[in-house]
C-alpha cells in the first residue's frame, strides 16, 4: 500500500508558520491585505473564494472584496487593478480566470503591479519563475506541489521527476521548480510518444492533464512517488485526479489523493505568498 500524501498536513504546518508572520506585521501596523476580483458568480470561483477566505481569517489577513457583473467592461476592470496597484494597503491580488470572452485577459493580467501577482498572472512573474529572480511569486498550484514533496521529505536532488501537462498555469511552472530543486526534468504532452514508458522511468511524477483515469499502472513503477494535480468532476458527482487511483495507488511509494490532496495546499500557499509580499512591502 502506498504512503498517502494528503494536503491538510501540508497546509497547516504552512498555517501555522504564517499566523505568527501575520501577527509580527500587525504588531508594526502592518494588516496584510488580499484584495480577490471576481467577475460573474462561477460556482468554483466561488468555492475557490470562500476557501481563500476562511484561511486568510484564519492567518489574521484582510481581505477585500472587488464584485464585478459578468458584462463588466474591460476598461472597468482596468482601473480596478489599477486601484489595487496604487493602494498601499493592498499588499497581493487574487483574480480569477478564465474572464468572460469579450475581456482581452492577457492584457488584464498585465496591468497587475508584479509586487502584488500573488499567483503569477503577470508575465514579469512568470519569467522569475524561469529566471529564479524577480518580484512575483510562482502559480499557487505549481508551489503547493512543491510544498507537498518538501514537507514529506522527497529528495529532488539528482532524481528523474517527469511532469506530464505543460500550461503556463501549472506544467512549465512545475518543471521549472523542480529543475531549481536539481531534479532531473522530462516534460510530456499529448504529443508524447510512449508516454507511459517513459512516466515508467520517473522517481516523481507529476500528472497536470485533466483527464481522469490518464495514469494507469503501466505508468509506473514500485519506487515511484505521484502527485496528482488533476481535478475532475464524474459524472456520478465529487471529484476525482488524473491518476487510475484505485488502480495505481498498490503499485507505488506514495501518492496524493484527489480530493484532499494538491488543492487542500493551494490556498496556503495563496496566503503565504500574501504574507511574503507584506512583508516585502513593510520593509
Ligand atoms: P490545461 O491547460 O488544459 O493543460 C493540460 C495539459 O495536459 C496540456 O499541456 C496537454 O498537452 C496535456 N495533456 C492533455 N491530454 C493529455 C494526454 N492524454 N496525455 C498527455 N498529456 C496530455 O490544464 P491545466 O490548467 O494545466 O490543469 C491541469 C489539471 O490541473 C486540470 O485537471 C485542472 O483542473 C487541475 N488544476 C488543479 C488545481 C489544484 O489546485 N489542484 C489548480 C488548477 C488546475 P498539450 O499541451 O499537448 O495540449
Not at 106 to 129: E, H
Amino acid at each position: 500500500m502506498a504512503e498517502l500524501l494528503k494536503g491538510a498536513p501540508v497546509a497547516g504546518a504552512i498555517i501555522e508558520r504564517l499566523i505568527a508572520r501575520a501577527g509580527q506585521l500587525r504588531s508594526r501596523g502592518v494588516v496584510p491585505t488580499l484584495a480577490i476580483v471576481r467577475v460573474g458568480e462561477r460556482c468554483d470561483d466561488l468555492a475557490y473564494e470562500n476557501a481563500a477566505i476562511r484561511r486568510c481569517d484564519k492567518i489574521g489577513i484582510a481581505v477585500r472584496r472587488f464584485r464585478l457583473e459578468p458584462d463588466v467592461d474591460q476598461d472597468r476592470l482596468l482601473e480596478v487593478l489599477e486601484e489595487i496597484n496604487q493602494d498601499k494597503g493592498i499588499h497581493g491580488c487574487l483574480m480569477f480566470r478564465p474572464l468572460p470572452k469579450h475581456i482581452d485577459e492577457r492584457i488584464v493580467c498585465q496591468a497587475l503591479n508584479a509586487s502584488k501577482d500573488v499567483d503569477c498572472m503577470t508575465d514579469r512573474s512568470l519569467a522569475g519563475v524561469f529566471t529564479g529572480k524577480g518580484p512575483g511569486f510562482p502559480p499557487c498550484t505549481a508551489q503547493a506541489v512543491m510544498e507537498i514533496l518538501e514537507y514529506y521529505g522527497v529528495e529532488l536532488e539528482g532524481r528523474h521527476a517527469t511532469v506530464i501537462g505543460r500550461s503556463l498555469v501549472i506544467g512549465k511552472p512545475v518543471a521549472m521548480l523542480l529543475q531549481a530543486k536539481n531534479a532531473t526534468v522530462t516534460m510530456c504532452h499529448s504529443k508524447t510518444r510512449d508516454i507511459a514508458g517513459i512516466c515508467r522511468q520517473a522517481d516523481i511524477l507529476v500528472a497536470a492533464v485533466g483527464h481522469a483515469g490518464t495514469v494507469t499502472p503501466e505508468f509506473t513503477n514500485p519506487g515511484q512517488i505521484i502527485v496528482d494535480v488533476g481535478i475532475n468532476s464524474l459524472p456520478e458527482g465529487g471529484l476525482t485526479g488524473d491518476v487510475d487511483f484505485a488502480a495505481v495507488e498498490p503499485m507505488v511509494k506514495a501518492i496524493t489523493p484527489v480530493p484532499a490532496g494538491v488543492g487542500s495546499v493551494t490556498t496556503a500557499v495563496l496566503c503565504k505568498h500574501l504574507i511574503e509580499a507584506s512583508e516585502r512591502a513593510a520593509v
